[in-house]
T-cell receptor, first 115, second 115 residues
Framework: NAGVTQTPKFQVLKTGQSMTLQCAQDMNHNSMYWYRQDPGMGLRLIYY???????DKGEVPNGYNVSRLNKREFSLRLESAAPSQTSVYFCASSVWGGASTDTQYFGPGTRLTVL | DQQVKQNSPSLSVQEGRISILNCDYT??????FLWYKKYPAEGPTFLIS?????DKNEDGRFTVFLNKSAKHLSLHIVPSQPGDSAVYFC??????????????FGTGTQLKVEL
């Protein structure tokens, strides 16, 4: 039981390049989330998927797209990377289903640098 | 507009003593509050939570107190151990309109437990 896994762990891009961050969970969770963490700031929600087949914007979605490939996998795509997207990206998942004690579990993160 | 604030970026405590980490929030609609612990190069790990209808929740060495009238919560760690040295994030939960739950994070407090 690996929990939430993310690939790659590190990536360096040049401005304008594109890439996809991968996330998978093996906990049979319904909901998945993408966050970014910047120095001096808390984690901020980029996009989320409440259940398979649905995706919605979070608080900082500009410059990103997502795909909920199946129940296990949720990818984040940067179409044209910008230096402002240099950050650490975390994927998370939760059971949801309306449970009052729903808790999010996080992956180890992807450290992205855009030059 | 920061809805969840952790005003102390760092805290240093001696081993065996109590660590108290504080968090303030502004939005009365949050229904759950959570604490996450984060080690370097790892994702946040869920530690403890409290419902907005409770004022205390205890789990081993960790206790969270909620003061709704003051919109303030705190995490107490007793006794503190060197392995507790990490960044602690306070998070407040709101329900997303599309389903799933949204966590709003504070900026974190770096706890250092010294021998």
């Amino acid at each position: 039981n690996a929990g939430v896994t993310q690939t790659p762990k590190f990536q360096v891009l040049k401005t304008g390049q594109s890439m996809t961050l991968q996330c998978a969970q093996d906990m049979n969770h319904n909901s998945m989330y993408w966050y970014r963490q910047d120095p001096g700031m808390g984690l901020r929600l980029i996009y989320y998927s409440a259940s398979e087949g649905t995706t919605d914007k979070g608080e900082v979605p500009n410059g990103y797209n997502v795909s909920r490939l199946n129940k296990r996998e949720f990818s984040l795509r940067l179409e044209s990377a910008a230096p402002s997207q240099t950050s650490v990206y975390f994927c998370a998942s939760s059971v949801w289903g309306g449970a009052s004690t729903d808790t999010q579990y996080f992956g180890p993160g992807t450290r992205l640098t855009v030059l | 507009d920061q809805q969840v604030k952790q005003n102390s970026p760092s805290l240093s405590v001696q081993e065996g003593r109590i660590s108290i980490l504080n968090c303030d929030y502004t939005n009365s609609m949050f229904d759950y509050f959570l604490w996450y612990k984060k080690y370097p190069a790892e994702g946040p790990t869920f530690l403890i939570s409290i419902s907005s209808i409770k004022d205390k929740n205890e789990d081993g060495r960790f206790t969270v107190f909620l003061n709704k009238s003051a919109k303030h919560l705190s995490l107490h760690i007793v006794p503190s151990q060197p392995g507790d040295s990490a960044v602690y994030f306070c998070a407040a939960r709101g329900i997303l309109t599309g389903g799933g739950n949204k966590l709003t994070f504070g900026t974190g407090t770096q706890l250092k437990v010294e021998l």
